[in-house]
């Protein structure tokens, strides 16, 4: 099934913080998370493990609870660059190398 | 290096026609993936291959066919196209080891049935 994501768009001022967050009706051993600019393709954000190692990108961060099977993209003092739509990838046991990726929530700062 | 590289960019096909989208990738990964894009539906998988030699069906297969034709191309067949195929299709790659591989995307192919 594919992952939840909420809010499924948010419009933000410069500076300001952001969290979305990606939920799962499976046991996830990872989640990912990508950015797609408009018309572009979806490019690589970060890796959250099972076991809680986290790798990190820019001044975004992310939390990943495994029992809840949800994880949270954190994204502080936004900045224009930081636009487009964030998509959340799961990956479960038994399916390593294949993403099941959510709707996406769509971010929008303004100046 | 050119990464994942897709063709064609553009396309519009008549219902019924048939075409073959290409994919290739310079970066020596074993594992590769065809997705489509449909407003509010995120990237659906469609088939991938782990390994040279090897494909499997995604989340939404029907329609398609695949052929991965060496460890650097894997192409995606739409045998009989039809309006539902209207969509943005990306190519992706990862190494093919384990978990927790990251994804490269091609820029896409758009795809007009009418």
């Known amino acids: 099934q594919q992952p939840v994501q909420s809010p499924q768009a948010v419009i933000l001022r410069e500076g300001e913080d952001a969290v979305i967050n990606c939920s799962s009706s499976?046991?996830?051993?990872?989640v990912h998370w990508y950015r797609q600019k408009h018309g572009e393709a979806p490019v690589f954000l970060m890796i959250?493990?099972?076991?809680?190692e986290q790798k990190g990108h820019e001044k975004i961060s992310a939390s990943f609870n495994e029992k809840k099977q949800q994880s949270s993209l954190y994204l502080t003092a936004s900045q224009l660059s930081y636009s487009g739509t964030y998509f959340c990838g799961t990956e479960s046991p038994g399916g390593y190398n294949k993403l099941i990726f959510g709707a996406g929530t769509r971010l929008a700062v303004h100046p | 290096n050119a990464g994942v590289t897709q063709t064609p960019k553009f396309q519009v096909l008549k219902t019924g026609q048939s075409m073959t989208l290409q994919c290739a990738q310079d970066m020596n990964h074993n594992s590769m993936y065809w997705y489509r894009q449909d407003p509010g539906m995120g990237l659906r998988l469609i088939y991938y291959?782990?390994?040279?030699?090897?494909?499997d069906k995604g989340e939404v297969p029907n329609g398609y066919n695949v052929s991965r034709l060496n460890k650097r191309e894997f192409s995606l067949r739409l045998e009989s196209a039809a309006p539902s195929q209207t969509s943005v299709y990306f190519c992706?790659?990862?190494?093919?080891?384990?978990?927790?591989?990251?994804?490269?995307f091609g820029p896409g192919t758009r795809l007009l049935v009418l």
């Open positions: 959250l493990l099972k076991g809680g």
């Open positions: 499976k046991a996830l051993y990872s």
């Open positions: 992706a790659s990862s190494e093919g080891g384990w978990y927790q591989e990251t994804q490269y």
């Open positions: 291959s782990a390994s040279e030699g090897t494909t």
